[in-house]
């Protein structure tokens, strides 16, 4: 019988270099590969003999998407490896930081990324050319994130406010009221957003997923928590490495991760929605009902409805913590190295990002471990494309190709932002 | 006067721990230096969108970024975005999913192309992790600086070159 084998060798929308490899014989799968190329723990060796206060700086360099949570990562771990609490208004304001993050890093995905693979086009430019309003307006919900963080932050691409022990400057309570009327027109767009998705159409795709994501008793968790799953984890992210293992696959130049015993995970939105769906603000909770959306989605396309409400829920808790907030005294506290091992895990856009150092009593970097969302999701993607292909087998090999790459971008992968260069062949001169 | 917000935009695109993915930064950081008062000079991550919002207003914007197309190490290419398209095979290998030619096509189909888009492409020898150009690359991105002084001087199309005569 006939085999085909279906190949990607550059995946278009999706963060960093990606290929996919799909073996089909006697109209049965026979192998799936998705293959990142991530460069192999290279920052990871940079942050060797650093000091620790140089670990934020370095690491937001290795995502120009996500360099919030990186910092915020790496921040919490040495203050967990020293023993240092920051002041609870500094902490609301890695909190706002971070939802201006996700204001910027969703609306670019719903928008440019994931959109026009449901709506038929091939990229954002060809739907741009029918829905210029539409465009538009993600654009205008991803500045107001792009906004708050370079204001916050110091800076858009590499934020350098955000310090070991709190901030180098903070802002007067009046520095931030412009904000106010933005995210308020944010929370609009971003409500109108869940509407205007929810209306996309939908494969029939559900699958039965371990969520990992962080909880936290009091909101919904993006800076910190205990990690937590919908099959019963339930850990400090201090036991991260007791319950999950990366493993090198031959194919992709990348660490893979699986939890121990269970094997593929899923992080990120969906992650986040089923796990904490209680801990949305009302608002957010009422417009994923308003377009019919319980607490539970299992659908991997529907992620783009999620995205939607999660950055409804950034708006509002921007909001919120502006109205709370009132300038504390210091930016931050003081912060006494001693040799210890900290971790550290957030919320990144695309799921939980974790890092763990061994400092020595200089505060000296000994050892680095980063694991980004995306090595947590690879597993997932693959097996996702198992339960996929052979539901659409009889697709003309073109378009089931298309479809195996809207699988991927369902998870917004992150391949390897650290480099954005430009590959360019030109058949000409 | 300090530089405006429209006139002349100089951006230099990459990552500094990327090795030659740091060529337009490094001609950009020079730049700053070299520059007449009047010409802004910022760094950029090569994120689309970014982009997009920091050329708004711009009269002129030169864009310097690493290229990896396969020439010889150093060799610089110099694209008009208004005379030709940026070529598609752009999008298939840029690794942000929404990066330069992306921003600079969708800016095209939504009117928000400055008026005036140059691209000045250094082709890199290697992309690995760590700080430094490689020789051929450190050559050209100081070649590249005094060609875009030359330019900021002597182009009759650019802004500003009156003010310099």
Redesign the interface.
Known sequence: MKSRTIKVD?L??????GALYVKISDNKVTDVKFKIWE?PR??E??LRGRNYSEAPD?TA?IC??CPIAYQMSSAHAMETAFGVAVDPQVRALRRLIYCGEWIESHP?HVY??HAPDFLGYE???QA??DH?EI??RG?QL??VG?DLMAFLGGR???PINIRVGGFYKVPTKQELAPFIEKLKWARDAALETVRWTATLPFPDFEQDYEFVALRHPDEYAITEGRLVSNKGLDIAISEYDDHFVEEHTQYANALRSTHKGRGAYHVGPLARYNVNFDKLSPLAQQAARDVGFGPVCRNPFKSIIVRSVETVYACDEALRIIDQYEMPEKPAVEVQPRAATGHGCTEAPRGILYHRYRLDAQGVILDAKIVAPTSQNQKCIESDLWQFVPKHIDLPTEELTWRCEQVIRNYDPC????????????ERD | MPPGKGGMLIIGLGNQYRRDDAAGLVAARRLKEAAPAHVRVLEESGEGTALMESWQGADTVILIDALDSGAKPGTVRRLDAHREPIPTRFFHYSTHAFGVAEAIELARVLGQLPPRLIVYGIEGRTFEAGLGLSPEVEKAARELVERVLGDLCCDPHLPGVSVLN
Request: glycine content about 4%.
């Open positions: 550059y278009a929308r999706v963060e960093g270099e460069p290279l920052f060796a940079f370095i360099r120009g998407i670019l440019l990324l990229n954002a430019i741009a050319q210029p465009v538009q654009l991803k500045k792009n858009e691409i590499h391949i390897s932002c650290a480099t954005h260069f430009l590959k360019l062949h030109i």
